[in-house]
């Protein structure tokens, strides 16, 4: 049985920081992944679903240039030579992740790892024989999540499809529903509407992006519409029959009526269920939750001492960013160091068409914490940077305490929201005012000018718009 101070299992945006760290730190580490290092992010998640949104904006712009003078005439798409385009950074990057993990020192085995002790760990290989590992520190379970199936919806890899399958279509479909109306769903049904496809959400929910600040969603909602889609809220699907052509008809209720609606094309997108059954936890004796989230304390330990969980099977936000925290975290308490979960505020992006990006308390959960807040707003439709760019959809808003004038938190809906946000989450985290974002001097002209202007106009000191 060979022996290691720390072993990972799994090797997504959690896993493979987790044990690039602990090698830093000067543990013996070894990481485990079934599938493909990278995980869900590099493999199907956040950068194959980027590059598609990316090619989809130039599709969308190289078309819409006619105010500007640049006139183009037959733009086409070629699906299969976006997905070769797609596909090769995929591998640039995880190659990248493998030699990474290596140059640090880390040893790496594919397999599936099932946890058989708290300090054991068995890998069945693909050929069937199972491999025995010991760690004498700590196991770390970063196995994160998969897509929910729907029975009546069951993924056929071609009609019925995830975002796994919707991230690799080479064609676009001509009419394609999305089932949820939640951050995937409308990334990846914005990107084939922007190419053509006609667009139908159905949301069980009475709100698309739920838990969003509702003035951000209706931006979105109101380019889904303007491109001629379609959005059925408080709408479950029901099930649906295939068609002698090839397409379904789908079953819908909405307000209490069914309907039928054709299409070509069906993603499921309700949602992510951790990756936490058949890993021997229960056995074990870790606490697995009713969901299947593994919960944990501030140093991501699990109630087993030796076990620790990190990323999307440990829980909300689902997101990338706040994986590879955790594992930095998990990494540095195995190797004795003082850290721990002490961060302010985990921002989110939302890279629909505009972008959304939010840190921080929405008006409305400040409010229902009992709060008085003082609102500042700043459109892009007045910024000199946005109308250059022609892209003046959308605004700044900040929520600050009324009183304090500490910033709570920050929604930016329109182009670049997702890496303007960097800048109102640093704000949060170092507890800054309204003054403190005011009186940074930002460039001119930059989209970033919205932020300090906002601020400024919750204190009724903005120069570029009226303020209230
Ligand atoms: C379409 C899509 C788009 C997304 N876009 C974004 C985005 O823009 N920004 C963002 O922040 N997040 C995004 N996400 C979410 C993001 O992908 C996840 O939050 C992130 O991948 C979680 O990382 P993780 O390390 O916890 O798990 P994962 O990335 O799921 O990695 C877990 C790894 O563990 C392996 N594994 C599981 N069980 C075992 C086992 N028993 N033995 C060995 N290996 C095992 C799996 O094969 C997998 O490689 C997106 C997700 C999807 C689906």
Same mark, same amino acid.
Request: aromatic share 4%; glycine share 12%; proline share 4%.
């Given at each position: 049985?060979?022996? /290691? ?10 896993? /493979? ?41 130039? /599709? ?8 500007? @003078? ?45 946890? #058989? ?10 050929? @069937? ?50 089932? @949820? ?20 959400? =159905? ?36 099930? /649906? ?44 004796? =870790? ?6 989230? #593994? ?8 109630? =087993? ?70 609102? @500042? ?29 500490? =910033? ?61």
């Amino acid at each position: 049985m060979k022996t /290691y101070d720390a072993i990972v299992i799994g090797a997504g945006p959690g896993g /493979y920081p987790c044990a690039i760290r602990l090698a830093q730190l000067k543990q013996k580490v070894l990481c485990i992944e079934k599938e493909n290092v990278g995980g869900v992010c590099l493999n199907w998640g956040c950068i194959p679903s980027k590059a598609l949104i990316s090619a989809a904006h130039l /599709y969308e712009k190289s078309q819409a240039g006619a105010a500007m @003078g640049i006139k183009v005439s037959g733009v086409e798409l070629d699906a299969n030579k976006m997905q070769d385009w797609k596909e090769g950074i995929v591998k640039k990057l995880t190659g990248g992740v493998g030699s990474l993990l290596k140059g640090n020192g880390a040893d790496v085995v594919n397999g599936t790892a099932t946890v #058989v002790g708290p300090k054991r760990v068995d890998v069945t290989r693909a050929d @069937g024989s199972v491999e025995q590992f010991e760690a004498t520190k700590a196991i770390v379970i970063a196995t994160g999540s998969t897509t929910i199936e729907i029975p009546t919806f069951k993924f056929d890899g071609d009609t019925i499809i995830g975002a796994k399958e919707a991230v690799s279509l080479r064609r676009v479909p001509k009419r394609l529903m999305v089932i @949820g109306g939640g951050v995937i769903g409308l990334e990846l049904g914005m990107v084939y509407q922007a190419f053509g496809a006609e667009l139908i959400v =159905v949301e069980a929910l009475p709100e698309l992006l739920t838990g969003v600040d509702p003035d951000c969603t209706k931006i979105v909602e109101r380019k889904i519409l303007k491109r001629g889609g379609t959005i059925h809220k408080n709408a479950k699907a029901l099930g /649906y029959e295939k068609q002698k052509d090839g397409s379904v008809g789908v079953k819908i209720q909405a307000d209490g009526k069914e309907q039928t609606i054709v299409v070509d094309t069906v993603l499921v997108a309700v949602g992510m269920r951790p990756s936490s059954k058949g890993l021997g936890l229960e056995k074990v004796g =870790v606490t697995v939750d009713q969901r299947g989230f #593994v919960p944990t304390d501030k140093f991501c330990r699990t109630n =087993v001492p030796s076990i620790y969980a990190i990323g999307d099977v440990s829980g909300p936000p689902l997101l990338a960013h706040k994986a590879t925290k955790e594992g930095e975290i998990a990494a540095e308490v195995i190797a004795g160091h003082k850290a721990e979960k002490d961060w302010v505020a985990i921002p989110g992006a939302i890279f629909t068409d505009p972008e959304i990006a939010t840190v921080g308390l929405t008006e409305a959960e400040a409010k229902a914490k009992g709060l008085e807040v003082s609102i @500042g707003k700043f459109p892009f439709s007045v910024l000199g940077k946005a109308m250059a760019m022609n892209e003046t959809e959308g605004f700044v808003k900040i929520v600050a305490d009324k009183k304090t004038k500490q =910033v709570l938190g920050v929604h930016i809906v329109g182009p670049e929201a997702s890496t303007m946000i960097s800048e109102a989450s640093l704000s949060l985290e170092m507890a800054a005012f309204l003054e403190d974002l005011s009186l940074t001097i930002h460039p001119h002209p930059t989209l970033g000018e919205s932020l300090m202007e906002a601020a400024a106009h919750a204190m009724g000191a903005a120069i570029h718009i009226a303020n209230r």
